[in-house]
């Protein structure tokens, strides 16, 4: 039986049954400021410098991929004030946060409809994107504008085209194909998926890529969430068995 202790900080995990990809679904800052009577921008605020343990975290523990998801093509909806808000926190953060990602090997990137972002924001992800392209210590993918059927919609697209010009048979339509013509082509699916602020639902995130996922949802709201609890949830992950579909691996397979 392994072990049940509660690991406090990244060295009580088994470095051998680490996620290779966390994903994160960050919600609650609009409610972390509402309950503190602060508006909801002053929660985005916050919820950076979560983003910011969440990175560090997984540096330290040396998980290779982590995608969070930031905007959703839905988020296009909210007021524009908190829109526009949200746009310029990115720029902030990207300005903040280029060294930092440089010094430490990180490779920044970003899934979604990048191009509907303002052309402030989409210069700022383009030249930290290059400046870090070579790192490969941790991939911190950045989903923006991001929004899961979306991305099915422009794979079916692609698909429908090279099929009309020849360029694809259907024979040659499988998974791998369809991974391969996602914004995730080069990133492996992830093993967790963590979303905080107690909603229990997937909200449009990586419909795809999420098939055989671990889930974990907890109350806490984003901007209180931080690594005690990210390790946590990693302890609870390890103790997990992942079947895909399969018999457990203790099973008698005489
Ligand atoms: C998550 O927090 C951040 C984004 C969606 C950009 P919310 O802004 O959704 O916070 P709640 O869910 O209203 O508390
Ligand atoms: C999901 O949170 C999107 C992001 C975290 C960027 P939302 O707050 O937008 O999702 P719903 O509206 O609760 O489903
Ligand atoms: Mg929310």
Redesign the pocket.
């Known amino acids: 039986m392994s072990s049940k202790r509660i690991p406090r900080d990244g060295d009580d995990l088994d470095p051998g049954r680490l996620p290779r990809h966390v994903a994160m ?4 800052n ?1 409610r972390w400021a509402k309950k503190r009577l602060l508006n909801r921008i002053q929660g985005h605020e916050k919820g950076a410098d979560t983003v910011r343990a969440m990175v560090e975290a997984c540096r330290e523990i040396g998980i290779p991929f982590l995608t ?5 093509t ?2 296009w909806q ?1 007021p524009k004030r908190e829109v526009d808000a949200l746009m310029a926190l990115l720029i902030k953060f990207l300005e903040n946060e280029r060294d930092e990602l440089q010094k430490n090997g990180i490779r920044l990137a970003a899934i979604g409809e990048v191009e509907r972002l303002p052309g402030k924001v989409r210069r700022a992800l383009d030249e930290v994107m290059a400046a870090t392209a070579a790192n490969d210590k941790l991939r911190l993918i950045l ?1 923006l504008s ?1 929004g899961g059927r979306a991305e099915i919609v422009r794979m079916a697209r692609f698909l429908a085209e090279a099929a009309a010009t020849g360029k694809v048979q259907a024979e040659e339509i499988d998974h791998d194909w369809v991974g391969r013509h996602l914004y995730t082509s080069d990133v492996p699916d992830p093993d967790i998926l963590i ?1 905080t ?1 107690g ?1 229990m ?1 997937v ?3 990586l419909l795809w890529q999420i098939a055989y996922a671990e889930f974990h949802f907890t109350p806490t709201l ?1 901007p209180d969430f931080g690594k005690e609890e990210f390790y946590r949830i990693l302890g609870d992950y390890q103790q997990r068995e992942r079947r895909f579909g399969k018999v457990d691996t203790g099973a008698d397979t005489a």
């Open positions: 679904i960050m919600d609650g609009g969070l998801y930031a905007f959703s839905e988020n909210r989903a991001y979303r602020s909603e639902r909200s449009n995130f984003w």
